[in-house]
């Protein structure tokens, strides 16, 4: 199956009761049995539930992987693989990751004795000078928020083959439609799927997606043991989600090229992020892992003025100010003063999260309007 018909039907039957197309919210915490342990294949929703199995095998067909596993948040998904260590273990990070993903690193599992290294990875040499006889996870994120660096994914499959280590990707940027991790070699793919995978800014999730049986059923344990997982009701709206997964993001791509075009030839614009451009320093590798560029933009204006940055977003209309990203709103951010501003202007300046950058989540509506918007904004 092509991948435009995986997100429809992908891992999904009509329901066995009485042939529902869609899965049905099996809105239930416990099965009936008729003798212990005789049941229908579910006994307990922490441990299992159709509508959320219906869900799980969709982000597999997704990701072209055997096994799915879905959680309460982006954050519980990430939590359950470094679940997987143990004390004393390493982890080399991606420097420019999720601010969550930073907080959960540091503030809870480095006080469980894990150690995590936070280094540049667009050279994936660099990583290897990183990886010693503790090290048991790779953790990537590309491309990086806000900064829209790509990292090569293949190439560092290459390194943690060679290290014996795990490789994790956090496909949340990209979704399966641009970028398949495991088909380039990673172990573990993982998602927000609060963002694009969902796409209607109407529910928090998370995924992952392996092939190894062995780390599926070790992963599938943290799940039921730890119990973040996430209900029938969300499960059915992501389901619901996924089934336009591939004509959102085609429509996401095409919206974020016209914006990072438009922005491009701005006079008042400095610098325009987006992977597409051939001045971007990972256009190639970009070119290369991904189908197209994505819906994500990030701009800073000349002069660099906080108070400008702010009365930009402001002033948008179509464009809402706000978290978040992958629906088919389109929204704008103000790093410095949002998800970066816990971070020392010194410590944020070094990535370049300067105080004039913008962050846009470029949505779906008619590419004329969004450019308008942005034209009576930025003036
Ligand atoms: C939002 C996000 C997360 C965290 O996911 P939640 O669903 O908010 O817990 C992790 N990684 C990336 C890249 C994200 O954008």
Redesign the pocket.
């Known amino acids: 199956m092509k991948f435009n018909t995986k997100t429809i039907h992908g891992g999904q039957s009509p329901d066995p009761a009485y042939g529902a197309v869609m899965p049905p919210i099996y809105q239930t915490s416990t099965f009936a049995q008729t003798t212990p342990g005789g049941h229908k294949g579910f006994e307990y929703s922490r441990s299992g539930n159709p509508t959320r199995s219906a869900l799980e095998n969709a982000f597999a067909s997704i990701e072209n992987g055997e096994h799915g596993l879905a959680f309460?948040?982006?954050?519980?998904?990430?939590d359950a693989v470094i679940k997987l260590l143990e004390t004393g273990d390493e982890v080399v990070s991606t420097s420019d990751?999720?601010g969550?993903?930073y907080r959960l690193f540091t503030s809870i599992f480095e006080k469980f004795g894990i150690k995590f290294h936070f280094i540049g990875m667009e050279d994936a040499e660099n990583i290897e000078h990183y990886i010693n006889d503790k090290t048991k996870l790779i953790w990537v994120?590309t491309p990086t928020?806000p900064m829209m660096n790509v990292i090569d994914i293949k190439a560092t499959a290459a390194i943690a083959k060679k290290h014996k280590v795990l490789l994790a990707v956090?496909n949340?940027?990209a979704t399966p439609y641009l970028q398949q991790p495991l088909d380039l070699g990673a172990d573990i793919v993982?998602?927000?799927?609060?963002?694009y995978i969902g796409g209607h800014s109407d529910l928090?999730?998370?995924a992952l997606v392996v092939n190894d049986k062995d780390l599926a059923d070790r992963l599938y344990f943290i799940q039921n043991a730890s119990g973040a997982i996430c209900g029938p009701q969300d499960s059915f709206l992501a389901l619901r989600g996924i089934k336009t997964l591939h004509v959102r993001m085609q429509r996401h791509c095409e919206n974020g090229k016209a914006v990072a075009e438009y922005l491009n030839q701005h006079p008042k614009i400095e610098n325009v992020y987006w992977p597409g451009f051939e001045s971007h320093p990972n256009h190639e590798i970009a070119k290369a892992q991904m189908k197209d560029f994505g819906g994500m933009v990030s701009f800073t204006t000349k002069g660099n003025n906080y108070e400008e940055a702010i009365k930009i977003v402001e002033n948008l209309k179509v464009f809402t100010l706000a978290e978040?990203?992958?629906g088919v709103e389109s929204l704008a951010g103000h790093p410095a003063s949002m998800t970066h501003a816990s971070i020392p202007k010194e410590e944020r300046e070094k990535t370049g999260v300067v105080d004039s950058l913008i962050r846009l989540s470029v949505g779906i509506e008619d590419e004329d309007d969004l450019i308008a918007d942005l034209k009576q904004a930025i003036g």
């Open positions: 309460g948040s982006g954050l519980a998904a990430i990751i999720y969550g993903t994120e928020n956090d949340t940027f993982m998602h927000s799927a609060t963002k928090i999730m998370g978040s990203l992958g």
